[in-house]
Nanobody, 114 residues
Framework: QVQLVESGGGLVQAGGSLRLSCAAS????????MGWYRQAPGKQRELVAT???????NYADSVKGRFTISRDNAKNTVYLQMNSLKPEDTAVYYC????????WGQGTQVTVSS
């Protein structure tokens, strides 16, 4: 059973930065794509960014140029550096990894005040 432990959320003022981390453990199989999604109150969960095992990245248009996803394959950890945060970035951020199955983290709250 794969377990994902997220950290790094919190409260920040607009224009500030946060860095999210998600460490995966317990996987018997190689972890392929890793990513971050978010869900704001009253809205559907949406993709923020994904990264392949080889380092290819994909970003939502709303975060391009502000957020950077990266990973450490040796540590099975994915990061999300969030800069120039806006109030509309406020959401619960979820880590996701793909192995034989898809796994999700418990979510970490990011709140950006204006």
């Amino acid at each position: 059973q794969v377990q994902l432990v997220e950290s790094g959320g919190g409260l920040v003022q607009a224009g500030g930065s946060l860095r999210l981390s998600c460490a995966a453990s317990g996987s018997r199989f190689r972890i392929n794509d890793m990513g971050w999604y978010r869900q704001a109150p009253g809205k559907q969960r949406e993709l923020v960014a994904t990264i392949s095992r080889g380092g290819s990245t994909n970003y939502a248009d709303s975060v391009k140029g502000r957020f950077t996803i990266s990973r450490d394959n040796a540590k099975n950890t994915v990061y999300l550096q969030m800069n120039s945060l806006k109030p509309e970035d406020t959401a619960v951020y979820y880590c996701s990894v793909k192995s034989v199955y898809d796994y999700w983290g418990q979510g970490t709250q990011v709140t950006v005040s204006s």
